[in-house]
């Protein structure tokens, strides 16, 4: 039955991170995976029902949604391609590549957001140190591999993956200096199951392209990054020993969380992502006129409105120390996921027609994920951090995606798209 309740769980995160992810390949860059990150991070909030995880709900959901948008800025449309190849050593070094790209995104991830779950007014993160450690490992790390070393792993594209992988080295030093043993096995598992995922996820999109089914399997990669990092999260969050934390519930620290989740995230990738070039694109495929001055306008006036309407439901209290309840963090989950997948529905057209059918497929997720998270319980299993095992699980995982390597190599020849790191 113990069982059986986890896996619920596990699966529940990793339904909406995966469908979070999916829609972030509409808007990409730190914003996209900013927002997609807080979803996950608000969804296992909400399956643990913590009265003391749900008074921080803004606050831990930004440090994911930081953690997870960091990740952002690293290029990987060269090495989804070196994993198209047909041969062994390109092929493994594609997709073994993607492990670590999508490990640095669930390791900033998972870690901001176990750091923020664990931080209590007798023991509070030190976050401007954190953020001044993060920058120093990032520029360090990137100009001693890139400008001294010269390891390029995606050349010509940009190679801040060294900027990531410094400060998640820079995160675990500070995981372990604090001892912050909880927040460190969130990190890892978050880091192995986005590797994995984001991997495996190139896997399936070579198979996906050998045949004949209309449907973008690049999405069925993102999908797979943020599935298997959130059931990674969720298993570091539901395994790990946890105190009882009480923060500072004063309004204006949840308040600049709230803004920047709901306000911010929302405005840049308005302003990114709904320029009226790629909508005029868009309403030529579909045969429309002003379409891109109505969906400016909508997306526009809707996010400052519902932040209004949002700000003020949460924040009407007149008393300057506030706390959210069980049934806040689930209203805020759910405009938080839904208003996502709106903004894919208006910025691809799929509101007008029907030819991008993985944008329905959103929906149905999203009534899925409703519907289990009403049946789940929560179910904690705090176990010791344990480095071998993790080393064991590391090594599983490589040796998987050398059969995956072995298999796509030969499904296919030659195609467009692919990439090769290495000539023979």
Same mark, same amino acid.
């Given at each position: 039955?113990?069982? %059986? ?11 909406? /991170? ?7 390949? @509409?808007? =990409?860059?730190?914003? #996209? ?20 995880? $749900?008074?921080?709900?803004? %606050? ?11 990740? =952002? ?8 391609? &070196? #994993? ?11 997709? !073994?590549?993607?492990?670590?790209? #999508?490990?640095? &995104? ?27 450690? /993060? ?15 010269e390891w390029f792993m995606t050349p010509p594209r940009s190679e801040l993956w ?5 400060? =998640? ?24 199951? *986005? ?6 996820? $190139?896997? /399936? ?5 050998? !045949? ?6 690049? $999405? ?9 990092? =959130? ?5 570091? +969050?539901? +395994? ?35 320029? !009226? ?18 969906? @400016? ?8 409105? +519902? ?22 963090? !689930? ?16 910025? +691809? ?12 497929? &959103?929906?149905?997720?999203? *009534?899925?994920?409703?519907? /289990? ?12 951090? @344990? ?22 190599? $030969? ?7 692919? @990439? ?5």
């Amino acid at each position: 039955m113990d069982g %059986k309740k986890i896996g619920l769980n596990l699966l529940i995160v990793g339904m909406a /991170l995966g469908t979070t992810w999916a829609i972030r390949g @509409q808007f =990409g860059h730190e914003q #996209g995976a900013a927002w997609a990150g807080g979803v996950g991070a608000l969804c296992t909030l909400l399956i643990a029902r913590r009265e003391d995880w $749900n008074a921080k709900m803004f %606050k831990a959901t930004l440090a994911a949604a930081i953690g997870w948008g960091l990740g =952002g800025m690293m290029s990987y449309g060269v090495v989804v391609g &070196y #994993g198209n190849g047909v041969d062994f050593v390109n092929v493994y070094y594609g997709l !073994t590549m993607l492990f670590v790209i #999508g490990g640095l &995104y669930g390791f900033l991830g998972g870690g901001l957001f176990g750091l923020a779950l664990a931080s209590s007014t007798d023991r509070p993160v030190e976050w401007l140190d954190l953020a001044a450690k /993060l920058v120093a490992g990032g520029i360090i790390v990137y100009f001693f591999l890139i400008y001294q070393l010269e390891w390029f792993m995606t050349p010509p594209r940009s190679e801040l993956w060294a900027a990531c992988l410094g400060m =998640g080295l820079a995160l675990t030093w500070y995981l372990l200096h604090h001892h912050q043993h909880a927040a460190l096995r969130v990190a890892v598992f978050a880091g192995l199951g *986005a590797g994995f995922g984001f991997a495996f996820g $190139n896997f /399936l999109q070579v198979l996906g392209k050998q !045949t004949d089914i209309a449907f973008n399997f690049w $999405n069925v990669m993102e999908y797979s990054l943020g599935f298997f990092g =959130g059931l990674g999260m969720a298993y570091g +969050t539901y +395994t790990s020993e946890w105190e009882k934390s009480e923060s500072d519930n004063h309004w204006n620290s949840h308040f600049w969380a709230f803004l920047f989740l709901c306000l911010l995230i929302p405005l840049v990738i308005w302003q990114e992502s709904f320029t !009226t070039k790629r909508l005029n694109e868009i309403a030529e495929r579909l045969e429309v006129s002003s379409f891109a001055f109505a969906v @400016q306008t909508l997306v526009g006036l809707g996010v400052v409105l +519902t932040t209004i309407a949002a700000g003020w439901y949460f924040f009407k209290r007149k008393d300057p120390a506030v706390s959210f309840s069980q049934q806040d963090a !689930t209203l805020f989950f759910r405009g938080y996921f839904l208003v996502y997948i709106l903004f894919s529905l208006l910025l +691809t057209g799929a509101f007008l027609s029907g030819y991008r059918i993985e944008q329905y497929l &959103y929906l149905v997720n999203y *009534a899925i994920v409703l519907f /289990l998270i009403s049946r789940s319980e929560p179910y904690f299993n705090p176990q010791a951090p @344990q480095p071998a095992k993790w080393g064991r699980l590391l090594f599983i995982m490589l040796a998987i995606l050398a059969i995956c390597a072995l298999i796509a190599m $030969n499904t296919h020849e030659a195609f467009e798209g692919m @990439q090769r790191r290495y000539e023979f």
